[in-house]
Nanobody, 115 residues
Framework: QVQLVESGGGLVQPGGSLRLSCAAS????????MGWYRQAPGKQRELVAA???????NYAHSVKGRFTISRDNAKNTVNLQMNSLKPEDTAVYYC?????????WGQGTLVTVSS
């Protein structure tokens, strides 16, 4: 069973950048469809970005052009580069891995965008 651990969250000013990383143990992430989700206070969890095992990507409209999801198969990680951050990007960000019946989640990392 794959275990996921997110890192890289923190406090950043509007317009700044952060890079989130999702590290895996127990399995190779290259075999999974991966996604980054976020949940802001009082809101439902939403998909931010996704990447298939073949490398195809998909982004929420609100982050398109600002966020980039990528794989580092050598490090067995999936990353989310977030640029031009806005206060409305403030949320807990979660990593997700799916393959067949497997639907694994990390514990989340908090991103706060504030001046």
């Amino acid at each position: 069973q794959v275990q996921l651990v997110e890192s890289g969250g923190g406090l950043v000013q509007p317009g700044g950048s952060l890079r989130l990383s999702c590290a895996a143990s127990g399995s190779r992430l290259s075999n999974y469809a991966m996604g980054w989700y976020r949940q802001a206070p009082g809101k439902q969890r939403e998909l931010v970005a996704a990447i298939t095992s073949g490398g195809s990507t998909n982004y929420a409209h609100s982050v398109k052009g600002r966020f980039t999801i990528s794989r580092d198969n050598a490090k067995n990680t999936v990353n989310l580069q977030m640029n031009s951050l806005k206060p409305e990007d403030t949320a807990v960000y979660y990593c997700n891995a799916r393959r067949g019946w497997v639907d694994a989640w990390g514990q989340g990392t908090l991103v706060t965008v504030s001046s």
